[in-house]
């Protein structure tokens, strides 16, 4: 059963890129949520959201893939919002610290109009 | 472990699956429904979903190893009570557990980002256990109790 890769659309809202994923986030995930990622380095953003659909089914090997995801943007100095997720997995991201890293919000607005007041 | 009953009784559902990564989505559905159909909240429901789907992605990455004809058997029942769901694989089975993994060693490249499969099930189920089967067996055996 092979997992359709994900479609990630890259929106610029001021001066924060929105990764907007769709579909499931597993190790399956990797080349295309770094592929993405690599694309804010060349904006030079540094701000990120990151906005899942809340349907996603997100498991270990997807948490492992947005872990290193996260110590990237800490090396690169990128603020990093997260959205769209449903309660079992802001309960799952808080639990595995991922929330010691990155903000989750409750949408996207108002991720955006949070992130956009940061410095 | 293709032919074999290694479970017998008239409460039990077996689910006997190719050892591949994305069938233990079908395992989550099944289970998912079983749960509800005995009275298990959203919540929790989506706790064992997590919990069984990383019992299985484990089962086929470390305990059959990419072994072409091996399979993963997952048995749910619901007793006394509680949900009782047992992962099997063809594997030797943990040396030790594995310790909670450090999101902070994570993130500055001192740890590997491995662990977080067997760190969600502890967390989130009522118990879990890992045995070897009288039939050379590897067993991940978790206990959801129905509570309130």
């Known amino acids: 059963m092979n997992q359709r890769p994900n479609e990630i659309k890259i929106e610029s809202h001021g001066d924060i890129l929105l990764l907007d994923i769709r579909g499931d986030v597993t190790a399956f995930s990797e080349p295309s949520l770094n592929g993405a990622y690599n694309s804010t380095k ?59 890293f990155a903000t989750i919000y409750p949408t996207q607005q108002d991720a955006v109009s949070t992130m956009s007041a940061l410095s | 472990m293709r032919a074999e009953k290694t479970v017998v009784d008239d409460q039990t559902v077996e689910l006997n699956l190719p050892s591949k990564f994305g069938y233990e989505r079908i395992v989550i559905g099944g289970l998912a429904a079983f749960a509800k159909s005995v009275g298990f909240s959203s919540s929790r429901i989506e706790d064992l979903k997590t919990s069984v789907a990383e019992a299985c992605i484990n089962a086929v990455q470390h305990g059959n190893r990419g072994k072409p004809d091996a399979r993963v058997l997952v048995a749910i029942s619901f007793q006394g009570n509680a949900l009782r769901i047992s992962v099997f694989d063809e594997g030797a089975g943990l040396k030790a557990e594995p310790k909670d993994p450090d999101i902070d060693r994570i993130i500055e490249d001192l740890d590997p980002p491995v662990g977080f499969g067997v760190f969600l099930m502890k967390r989130l189920m009522d118990e879990v256990e890992f045995n070897r089967t009288s039939n050379h067996l590897h067993e991940v055996r978790m206990v959801m109790k129905l509570t309130g």
Not at chain 1, 58 to 80: D, H, Y
Request: no cysteine; glycine share 10%; proline share 0%.
């Open chain 1, 42 to 100: 060349e904006s030079g953003h540094k701000k990120i959201l990151l906005k899942f659909e809340e349907s996603a089914y997100i498991n270990s090997g997807g948490i492992a893939v947005l872990i290193q995801v996260l110590a990237q943007t800490r090396r690169n100095n990128q603020k990093i919002g997260i959205t769209g997720l449903s309660d079992h997995f802001k309960k799952v991201f808080n639990m595995v610290g991922i929330t010691k």
